[in-house]
């Protein structure tokens, strides 16, 4: 199979899930509803930013793209087209999503005893660092990650705890909600380094040993016949890391925007009650 050939299999409209096109569908519909006309129906709600309204979309079409489209056939065939699919699922898709959701869609979940106790302990910026790394490291063990794939329930499982723990990773650095939003950007800043250095020595394993580490991918794909097992694997692991850096360099970049910004009020605030202090005209305005 030609590389034309491989991407032509994303021209078949048979290759897209469209029934989960349609839910996607309904849930773009709703979203652009409840940030839109029935905002009012949350206590609190507020005009939603376009931009806001782009983060959500963006992600959700990711989230089918990863899902829907035909790499999630690919997914099964070639280990690097799994790897790239969890890179969207878990790095990419997550921070989309959340910047997309306006705070008064969130408050009323917090306002629940026990999702609040839940999210209060797993979105701990030093919890969520072992906790979403271990995830994806203990995954990717090659026995438990072939008795994964090799069982539809674990399947699904893994997933949900893997969107759960991308959620939690996240949450501390995006800060959805202004008044939870407590982490400084220094330590936001520290949190995505040290996820880009806890998960750097699984992709290390993955691209660099010289055997096929799963059995699940041991054997060359007779659907896309493009490389051999263990140049898929290789290609996998550095998928997943360009991926990862990818996305952990552009979170870090616009952290360091939101931190000028924030120090830069802070500096016109000192500079304003400076100058009254030194006019008392000023004052009384």
């Not at 034309?4 to 569908?25: G, S, V």
């Not at 890179?87 to 306006?102: C, D, E, K, N, R």
């Not at 909600?177 to 250095?197: M, Y």
């Not at 000028?260 to 009650?273: T, V």
């Amino acid at each position: 199979m030609s590389v034309q050939e491989f991407f032509q299999l994303f021209l078949f409209a048979a290759n897209w899930d469209f029934k989960l096109n349609l839910l996607f569908l309904l849930g773009a519909v709703l979203y652009l509803l409840f940030t839109g006309p029935w905002k009012r129906l949350f206590p609190g709600s507020e005009p939603v930013p376009g931009l806001t309204k782009v983060y959500f979309l963006l992600g959700w079409i990711i989230y089918y793209f990863a899902m829907g489209s035909p790499l999630n056939l690919l997914a099964h065939e070639l280990f690097s087209m799994h790897m790239l699919q969890m890179s969207l699922l878990y790095f990419a898709m997550p921070p989309l999503l959340i910047l997309g959701l306006p705070a008064y869609m969130l408050r009323p979940l917090l306002k629940v005893h026990w999702l609040r106790v839940i999210g209060k302990f797993f979105t701990r910026p030093l919890i969520t660092l072992f906790f979403f790394n271990g995830l994806i490291s203990f995954y990717h063990v090659p026995v438990i990650f072939d008795s994964i794939m090799g069982s539809y329930l674990l399947h699904i499982v893994s997933h949900a705890l893997l969107l759960f723990a991308a959620a939690c990773m996240w949450w501390p650095v995006v800060g959805p909600v202004p008044e939870l939003d407590r982490v400084k950007p220094l330590h936001k800043l520290a949190l995505i380094f040290g996820n880009g250095v806890l998960l750097t020595p699984a992709c290390a394993i993955i691209t660099f040993t010289d055997i096929v580490l799963f059995d699940t991918y041991a054997k060359m794909s007779t659907l896309v016949p493009v490389m051999s097992p263990i140049h898929d694997q290789q290609l996998g692991g550095v998928i997943m890391k360009i991926m990862q850096e990818i996305v952990y360099i552009t979170a870090i970049g616009c952290v360091f925007l939101q931190w000028i910004r924030i120090q830069r009020a802070r500096d016109e605030a000192e500079m304003l009650e400076w100058e009254k202090s030194q006019n008392p005209t000023l004052q009384n305005n």
